[in-house]
């Protein structure tokens, strides 16, 4: 049931209630009134009825003094009593409602009427002449009177009972008519302290629970115990309350998951910047302290966003003016090694800027305070998440000192190799003229002999391949191209490498078809690579099998030579490893087949010096093919003279 | 026909003289550009060799002043050299020099070597 409908209710119940009340009182009035109105009659009753005796004794007394004066004054005075006598008893009964009271009083009047008829009147009559008579009549009299004066007694008995009684009814009736009239109020108090003490239970406490649950969850505490849900608008108050408050600790618990996941990523964050922080300054205190030259490039407007002191030495602070930042870089003036002019958009920055990844670039930089410093430049772009070029770091090495080293080195291994180089001309020398003079009469001198002078060749063919690498590196090794016939590069290398191929049971096989173009080449640094390429063939060779040199034109303006063994083949992660220095396939301490490993190296530098390249491949069990291009001569090759 | 040998190193000396005569030549042996001049005109030889790298005075200093000498000019002059590149070689002709042989040279080959350079 809902409130409204219970509060209706109440206030209907009093407003009855008042109504009721009100009825009560108003009959309780009427009673009293009519009580009242009851006692006043008798009040008058028991006047009127005391002035009857008084008129009684009052005709009596008037009636004996005028016998015994026989005064004419009392006579009157006897009869005006009695006409007052007369007027009182007709006046009397309307003012009695009581049966018994009407009955005496009728009883009492006949009593008097008939003393009045019977002795009074006779007596008067007769006067004073028959005073025996009237002696007589008197005595007759008298005891009427008595009974008069008897029933008049009574009378008063019982009036007086009568007001009596109603008195004290009346005084019993007022006093249930105020204890009613007192009980009104007192019952409107305990209704009204009833309807208060329903509403705050029924309103009040819930609100006040409910606003105790308000304060509770305000503060943050939302385990509050709230009024059982009724079915009425408290109860709906009280469901939508609940509702508001899981609704509230739902959203607290998000926002305080949300608050808390929000101050987990801002201490993740703030760690994270932190360590960012921290490996930047690492990474700053690094970049500084390499003595390599660092910068890091924007690749929006290819300004120098951060260098180190390496840097700032080598290239200066750019300026920030635009003009002053172009007039400074004109300073800097760079070469590649060639002497040819290299624009500063081809530096290895500027590469890098273009996406390139540049390693090694060697540039001499003529730098304003005129030093000529050779360097070398590394750069990389660097790419963001969207795979966009925002900038460019680059590391630029003076190389000034190692310059210096490995010329120092070249020298040494120079000077060092001509050195060892003339003993073992005099050796090579004497042996072989010792051994075209003169016949030495034990084979095994002889032998010994051919042992000393191999291996004084091998010596020097040692050195000669240290000379020529240091050359190469030293870039310092120079040929002298001519035009020539492929036939005759051919024939002069199988030439030289014969004995050895007659020594292993190897056969040669040259292949160089009549149409095979004029090559524009060095012709003894070709033959030395050929003849490289043969030795490492009829080395690895099983005998019985052929090494083939085979010739043929390329279309791209090159002749290709090509060195076919049917050897043990070359492992292919060995294959790139060929042509560096100091590579054999064979590892150093497994070493079958003895050389410096610089045979390849040369060979792969004399070609690509000459604009040609070297190749090679191979399969495990079949044997390799090595090749060598040259280019093709433009003109046709004079005769000779 | 007579050689005039300007060799320091005395080894290198003997062979390269040992060889050429081997080959037919009249050689005269000395250990340095100096010697070179002062001999000279004495031994009157039909061709010079020089060692591009001497003491006291080298073999390019040397060839210069044969050159320069209209008495000893025309002898011609051939260098032992270890530095066959094309530029020294180019110095070398540039004085008036017959030809190079490069060092270490072929004992054997020596003196065909030479004969081939005086027959141009």
Redesign the interface.
Known sequence: MSIRSRIFGVIGGVVVAAFLQTFVVIYLEGQRTKMTADLDRTLLQFENHNRLTRLVTELESAHRGYLLSGAPESRIEFEQLWSVYERTVTLLPQYVDDRDVQRRLRELDALVRDWHDTVAVPLIEAGREASDLAGTLLRESLPRMRAIRNDLDRLDIVVRDRLTNERQQASTQYLRITLVTLAIPALAIVMLLVLVAILARILLDPLAAVAQSARLISGGDFDVTLPEPRRDEIGALVRAFEDMSSAVQRRQRDLTDALSREREVSTMYATLRSKAEHEHARLLATISTVPAALVIYDAATGRIVLQNKAAESLIGQEPEDEAARQEHWQRYVATYRDGTACPREDWGPGRALRGEVVVGQELIVNHPDGRMIPILVSAAPLVNDQQQITGAVAAFQDITKLHEVDRLKSEFVSVVS?EL??????I???L??LL??IELPDPDHATLMGVALSNTDRL?RIINDILDISKIEAGKL???VKVHEPKDLVRQSVESVAPIAEANGVALEPVVPADLPSVLVDSDRTIQAMVNLLSNALKYAPPKTAVTLEGSKLDDGFVQFAVIDHGPGIPPDKLDLLFQKFQQVDGPDTRRFRGTGLGLAITKALIEMQGGEVGVRSELGRGSVFTITVPVADAPVCPPS | MKLLLAEDEPDVQLIARLALKKAGFQVVSVGNGVEVLARVIEERPDAILLDWMMPDMDGFETCRRLKADPATSAIPVIFLTAKVQESEVAKALALGAAGCIGKPFDALTLGQQVKAILQQ
């Open positions: 001509h180089r003339t003993p073992l001309t005099s090579k020398g004497a072989q003229l075209d003079e020097i120079e040929l002298k």
